[in-house]
């Protein structure tokens, strides 16, 4: 069994509209955030648990986490029979990061599975093309920094889709969320 917690993110920062996006976690250290687990079966289930599970659609083929699934299963060239659980709680619509963190979760949770077949800039190009099936088109500013941590700078160039910036320890963000 594996079990992955994405946090959440923020992007479009100032100046850095879709090139510039940080990780964040509340000041109280209270988990904001997806959690995916995965485990061996014989054939691929998912459940949504959490909080905001009751907002994820209930045929599976429609949720994110098993597009995820299948994306992994078509890049390394073989289905893998999973049971997949979702713990989804992270607010829908939040501009947190909700969708990059259920991607991120599932997806590096699929290949700590698989025994990581993939490396880590396949991982962030299959993540963003993840996120680019909510958001309308390829997106890194909210999957980078939820999969590496941080803030990160979307460069895209030379095989490279993201770099970390230098940031500030002490620095404290603030973010209000409107109810569920």
Request: charge should be negative; glycine fraction near 12%; charged fraction near 15%.
């Amino acid at each position: 069994m594996v079990k992955v917690y994405a946090p959440a993110s923020s992007a479009n920062m100032s100046v850095g509209f879709d090139v510039l996006g940080a990780a964040v976690t509340p000041v109280d250290g209270t988990l904001l955030g997806d959690n995916v687990t995965v485990e061996a079966a014989e054939q691929f289930s998912l459940q949504n648990l959490g909080r905001f599970a009751s907002k994820l659609p209930t045929a599976p083929q429609e949720n994110i986490v098993y597009q995820c699934w299948e994306s992994f299963c078509r890049e390394i060239g073989k289905t893998v029979p999973v049971a997949m659980t979702l713990e989804k709680n992270m607010p829908i619509g939040s501009g947190l990061g909700s969708s990059a963190c259920s991607v991120v979760a599932a997806l590096v949770a699929m290949n700590e599975f698989c025994g990581k077949p993939l490396n880590e800039t396949r991982m962030l190009a299959l993540m963003g093309e993840m996120e680019g099936r909510i958001s309308g088109s390829i997106h890194y500013d909210n999957v980078a920094p939820c999969y590496l941590g941080g803030m990160q700078l979307m460069i895209e160039e030379n095989g490279i889709i993201s770099q970390q910036v230098p940031g500030f320890d002490e620095w404290l963000w603030g973010a209000g969320l409107s109810g569920d």
